[in-house]
C-alpha cells in the first residue's frame, strides 16, 4: 500500500538518516524460547523453523518493519516472507530458502523444511522482493553478534529496508533455553524503541504457543 510521505510522522528522521553513507546498526539481545523449544519438540517440529516463524509473526506484528520507501514511493507491505538459510543433512553447502509465511506454526514448519530439501539450487531469484526477512542460523556456536555482507556502492541500497535477523546454539540457564538474536535494519526505518516492539511481539508470541 502507498502512503503519502510528506504526512509520514518519520520524514524528518528518514532524511537525516538518508546523509549518511551506511545508515545501517546491529543489535544483539536475549530471548527466552523456551516454550517455542518445548512446544516444537512436543509436535516433532524444526526448532529452526518454529524460530523463523515466530520472527517472522512477530516482524508482521511491528508496524515500522513493514516500511519500505521504493522508487521515491513510501511503501506499507501487508506482510513480510521468510527467506532462509539452511543446510540438508550431510552437507556443508548452504542454500537460501524463500517461502510465503504461514499463520499456523506446524503448517510453516513442515512446509519449510519439505520446500529446503527438495530445492535443488543455491537461490531461486525469482522469489526474491523486497518484502523479505532474511534470516541465519550459527547452531554450532553461542552467537553473540553477527554483520551481514551489502553492496553499499549501489545507492538504491540505502534505501534496504529488509530486516537481517541470525541467532546461534541456545544455552540453558535455570532449567530455561536462551539464545542471543542478532538483528541488523537500516535506521532510516527502524529505531531502538522499534527493535524494543519486535522483542515483545516475539516474546508475545511464543508465549501464547500451548505445548
Not at 530471548?31 to 519438540?41: A, C, S
Not at 543446510?87 to 537460501?96: D, R, S, T, V
Not at 553473540?144 to 540457564?173: Q, V
Request: proline share 3%; aromatic share 12%; hydrophobic share 35%.
Amino acid at each position: 500500500m502507498e502512503l503519502n510521505y510528506d504526512e509520514w510522522k518519520r520524514k524528518d528522521i528518514y532524511e537525516f538518516f538518508s546523509s549518511m553513507s551506511n545508515p545501517f546498526y546491529m543489535v544483539t539481545f536475549r530471548e527466552d524460547v523456551t516454550n517455542l523449544y518445548r512446544y516444537t519438540k512436543a509436535h516433532g517440529l524444526s526448532f529452526y523453523a518454529g524460530m523463523i516463524w515466530a520472527c517472522t509473526q512477530a516482524f508482521n506484528q511491528t508496524e515500522a518493519f513493514l516500511m519500505a520507501v521504493k522508487n521515491g514511493r513510501l511503501i506499507r507491505y501487508d506482510r513480510r516472507d521468510p527467506s532462509f538459510t539452511d543446510l540438508n543433512p550431510g552437507e556443508e553447502q548452504f542454500h537460501i530458502v524463500t517461502m510465503d509465511h504461514m499463520d499456523v506454526i506446524d503448517d510453516f514448519c513442515r512446509e519449510a523444511i519439505k520446500q529446503s530439501r527438495a530445492q535443488t539450487e543455491f537461490i531461486d531469484l525469482s522469489r526474491e522482493t523486497d518484502a523479505l526477512i532474511y534470516y541465519s542460523c550459527l547452531p554450532w556456536i553461542e552467537l553473540t553478534a553477527l554483520t551481514n555482507e551489502r553492496n553499499l556502492s549501489d545507492e538504491e541500497s540505502l534505501n534496504d529496508s529488509i530486516p537481517r535477523i541470525a541467532w546461534g546454539k541456545y544455552t540453558e540457564e535455570n532449567g530455561r533455553k536462551v539464545l542471543h538474536v542478532s538483528l541488523e535494519v537500516n535506521h532510516r526505518f527502524i529505531d531502538g524503541i522499534h527493535i524494543g516492539k519486535f522483542s515483545e511481539a516475539l516474546e508475545r508470541v511464543m508465549r501464547e504457543l500451548n505445548p
